[in-house]
């Protein structure tokens, strides 16, 4: 990998998602927490769009916009968790997805002619993330929805695991 391929304008928009969720754990008033989810949010659309618009998509952008999304969630939803503003059991339903995926990749490298890096994000897996992000901001503004909120993360997680388990059975059924 050439260095030039990891140092590209949509790549460096996407990791600042990173020190934006570190925001969260000092992010103390609804209006800053807002602002970081909104940039945050503005990152994830700007990175894609520059990416598709200048010809720069490359596999290291396919896997650091991602990243950077699960990293993203992982650390906000945790200010919140260390602030006692949301349960344990919720926190491990909003990020179950991403503990099973991860875990999947992993499988998929010891898989001899399967290399995780070829499967695209999902719908699924996009759904989810949508949802995860719907959940900080009921986690800023919108206390009463919460509940709901992670039930149907929830089922959409367990509806994305199915899906990116299928894939990977039928991408090594084509292997083979």
């Known amino acids: 990998m050439a260095f030039r391929e990891l140092l590209t304008a949509p790549n460096i928009v996407s990791a600042l998602r990173v020190p934006l969720a570190a925001g969260f754990l000092i992010a103390d008033t609804t209006p800053l927490r807002l602002a970081l989810l909104g940039m945050a949010s503005a990152t994830d659309l700007l990175d894609?769009?520059?990416?598709?618009?200048?010809g720069s998509t490359?596999?290291?952008?396919?896997?650091?916009?991602?990243?950077?999304?699960?990293l993203f969630v992982l650390m906000a939803l945790a200010a919140f968790l260390v602030?006692?503003?949301?349960?344990?059991?919720?926190?491990?339903?909003?990020?179950?997805?991403?503990i099973a995926v991860g875990i999947g990749a992993l499988v998929a490298l010891a898989i001899p002619g399967l290399d995780p890096r070829d499967f695209k994000a999902r719908t699924s897996g996009k759904v989810v993330t949508g949802l995860q992000l719907l959940a900080l901001l009921a986690l800023c503004v919108a206390w009463r929805w919460m509940s709901a909120i992670v039930v149907v993360?929830?089922?959409a997680?367990?509806?994305?695991?199915?899906d990116y388990t299928l894939a990977?059975?039928?991408a090594q059924k084509r292997r083979r």
């Not at 490359?58 to 699960?70: H, N, Q, V």
């Not at 503003?85 to 991403?98: C, I, K, N, P, W």
């Not at 997680?157 to 199915?162: E, G, Y």
């Open 168 to 170: 990977l059975a039928v």
């Open 58 to 70: 490359t596999r290291m952008g396919a896997l650091i916009d991602p990243l950077a999304d699960k």
């Open 157 to 162: 997680s367990v509806v994305s695991i199915a």
């Open 83 to 98: 602030r006692g503003d949301l349960s344990s059991r919720d926190y491990a339903v909003l990020l179950a997805r991403d």
């Open 153 to 155: 993360v929830g089922v």
């Open 48 to 54: 894609g769009w520059i990416a598709r618009r200048t």
